[in-house]
């Protein structure tokens, strides 16, 4: 899942960048209003975290236009103003949540799964396909034997897109968009890797390959 | 001390014209009274002239009355015209004066006198007396008419002087009363606008008012204005304030994790982070308050509740928490948006945290404005009620659980002079907050 940090203070954007990607998330900060509206209306991102008081631009004004743009992009907000009008304003202004300041990182974890949960019509707790459930905090898959697979980082964020968006044809380029993020350095050929180890673990018909297309993640088989 | 204006202008109006009346109708009454006797008494004096031209005295001294020269009106009797003539001891009188007789007043010559007595049949009379020297006698002629028919007459007159005055006096009022209330209005506007005011459903006073007030007027609006922008300065600087905080507070618990220690040191930082969090932010709330320095924005119960549940839903997405809104109709809030967002936010907030299903908040005024907010959760245990109570007036107290959301829900209500009192909720079984508001007296 790739993410979209809208914070100024480089000190904060730095740590919790390291978190966010630690929890498997493809993190790109924007350290100004301007920017982040700009960045936020790329097709490339699933999640964005919005400071309220950002330079140049206003966290509010950045939110009313992606939405007024008819961009739906889950957004939760991060403010240290956290008056009840604020919020108010706040979820009037389109946000999917609100998340006062300072908070506990695990809290905007456990919000960020269940708002991307949520926006994809997933049920909240464990990504569940058929025999086998995907652990969003350990990284790892549970298989109908009751195996327990560790995965890697991009093993996990590849599985997880694909539960997200199960049913739909997802192409490499996108797959490669929504895994990395601005610097990584990108390799579609490398998604081939991935979905092959992600085949030997869960089934081969569980990804089915559509030509010149993409891929296609079942939900049922 | 109460005055209305309206009232002391038309009382003060009413009595001036009631004594300028009056006292038209007395000096009226009066002056055609002396009017009509001076007109009956050049009538008198007229036909005394004539009475003396029929009068003459013989060879021997004797009176004699031409009777041929005598009006008709002093034959018939009881007439209302008589006269008494006197000549020594010799003493005509008319024969309408028939068997009575009338006092007479011998004159010297020359002399004249004017009374007013009673004569036959209750007549009242203008008795006329004059003095002459006739062929060298002494004549005193008393001539009287009756003052009655001319006395009904003016009687009669009067009394559609009075009715006529009357009806007159009675438009006056009315128009008076019309006039009054029609230059008052402006005031009454203002009035009316004042409790809108207060209400916060406008936000300044129309200046297009009369000159007599429009220098109040101007200088309320400017007061208004200038105490609208001193909250609105403050709670920014606030704002900035508690963002300036937190945003170091978040980078220090976020590196904390990260630090390389034992982990019940960092867990000692943590907590001393988060207790200036809680404090810093129950202080700067606390500060935030607008009270009663004016504001114009007031709470809505019907867009600002509803926003606010909307938004609680949106904070609870998988909870599938009913919140049901039982609120009056027409109820007005004495309290301003932003600081009723924070009670109600903090008071719905705690409810929705600890509800299986279901929150309810009831909303009525008569007196005072009251409030509960009630869920199906768990509840308290009856010897922390009071604890619970306590907490808001303190700052120091740990908080668990209800705490903190319901402590800065106490400094609103302290700060409206109300009151807040907790209890178990008898038909969902959880919590119930109630809060009472004063409302203002009108």
């Known amino acids: 899942m790739r993410l979209l940090l809208a914070e100024d203070d480089k000190y904060l954007a730095a740590g919790l960048k390291k978190d966010l990607q630690a929890a498997g998330y493809a993190v790109d900060i924007a350290d100004n209003g301007v920017d982040a509206e700009y960045l936020g209306n790329e097709p490339i991102y699933d999640i964005a975290v919005l400071d309220l008081g950002l330079p140049q631009r206003n966290g509010i004004d950045v939110l009313k236009n992606w939405r007024k743009a008819g961009n739906h992009l889950p957004v939760i907000v991060l403010t240290a103003r956290d008056a009840w009008h604020e919020r108010v304003d706040g979820f009037r202004a389109g946000a999917d949540d609100y998340l006062g300041k300072p908070f506990h990182i695990e809290e905007l974890l456990a919000r960020l799964s269940a708002l991307l949960h949520r926006s994809s019509q997933k049920p909240a707790g464990e990504l569940k396909v058929g025999d086998f459930a995907l652990d969003e905090q350990q990284q790892s898959v549970t298989t109908a034997d009751g195996g327990h697979h560790q995965l890697t980082g991009i093993e996990f964020r590849l599985l997880r897109y694909f539960l997200l968006n199960s049913g739909h044809v997802l192409s490499k380029s996108q797959l490669t968009d929504h895994v990395y993020d601005l610097d990584s350095e990108k390799d579609s050929n490398v998604i081939e890797v991935y979905v092959r180890r992600l085949r030997q673990l869960l089934g081969k018909e569980r990804i089915e390959t559509r030509r010149g297309q993409g891929y296609i993640f079942r939900d049922s088989v | ?442």
């Open chain 2, 1 to 442: 001390m109460m005055h209305s204006l309206e009232s002391r202008l038309s009382t003060g109006l009413l009595l001036s014209l009631l004594i300028a009346f009056a006292l038209l109708a007395v000096l009226v009454s009066v002056n055609i009274r002396y009017v009509t006797d001076d007109y009956v008494a050049s009538r008198l004096q007229h036909d005394t002239g004539t009475l003396l031209a029929a009068l003459s005295f013989d060879n021997e001294g004797r009176l004699l009355l031409d009777a041929q020269r005598i009006d008709q009106v002093y034959n018939q009797p009881f007439s209302g015209h008589y006269f008494v003539i006197s000549s020594g001891t010799q003493t005509h009188y008319s024969r309408s004066l028939w068997d009575q007789r009338i006092a007479h007043i011998v004159v010297a010559g020359g002399q004249q006198t004017r009374a007013i007595q009673s004569g036959p049949q209750q007549q009242s009379l203008l008795v006329l007396s004059s003095g002459y020297t006739l062929q060298g006698y002494p004549v005193s002629i008393s001539l009287a008419e009756d003052l009655n028919p001319i006395r009904q007459d003016i009687d009669q007159f009067i009394y559609v002087f009075i009715f006529i005055a009357g009806g007159i006096l009675l438009v006056l009022i009315v128009l008076q009363v019309l006039i009054l209330r029609s230059s008052l209005r402006p005031l009454q506007q203002v009035k009316h606008q004042l409790a809108q005011l207060e209400q916060g459903k406008i936000k300044r006073l129309d200046s297009d008012v009369p000159a007599e007030i429009e220098p109040v007027i101007n200088e309320l609006n400017q007061l208004l204005t200038v105490m609208g922008q001193r909250l609105q300065r403050s709670r920014d600087s606030l704002s900035d304030l508690a963002h300036a905080i937190k945003k170091p507070l978040t980078v220090m618990r976020q590196t904390i994790r990260r630090i390389d220690t034992a982990e019940s040191d960092r867990d000692i930082l943590v907590e001393q982070v988060d207790e200036i969090v809680r404090l810093s932010d129950r202080i700067l709330k606390r500060a935030r308050l607008a009270g009663h320095s004016h504001s114009d924005k007031r709470f809505s119960f019907d867009t600002d509740l509803a926003a606010l549940i909307e938004t609680l839903a949106m904070m609870y997405p998988d909870r599938n928490i009913q919140i049901e809104k039982r609120i009056d109709h027409d109820v007005s809030c004495p309290v301003e948006r932003e600081d009723m967002l924070e009670l109600l936010g903090n008071l719905l907030d705690n409810a929705c945290k600890w509800a299986q299903h279901k929150v309810r908040i009831s909303v009525s005024s008569e007196q005072q404005l009251h409030i509960s907010v009630e869920d199906d959760g768990p509840g308290t245990a009856p010897e922390k009620m009071q604890a619970l109570s306590y907490r808001g007036r303190r700052l120091d107290e740990t908080v668990e659980g209800h705490g903190f959301g319901l402590a800065i829900a106490s400094d609103t209500v302290d700060e409206y002079q109300g009151q807040i009192s907790f209890d178990k909720s008898t038909e969902l079984g959880g919590l119930k907050v109630d809060i009472v508001l004063p409302l203002k007296q009108k």
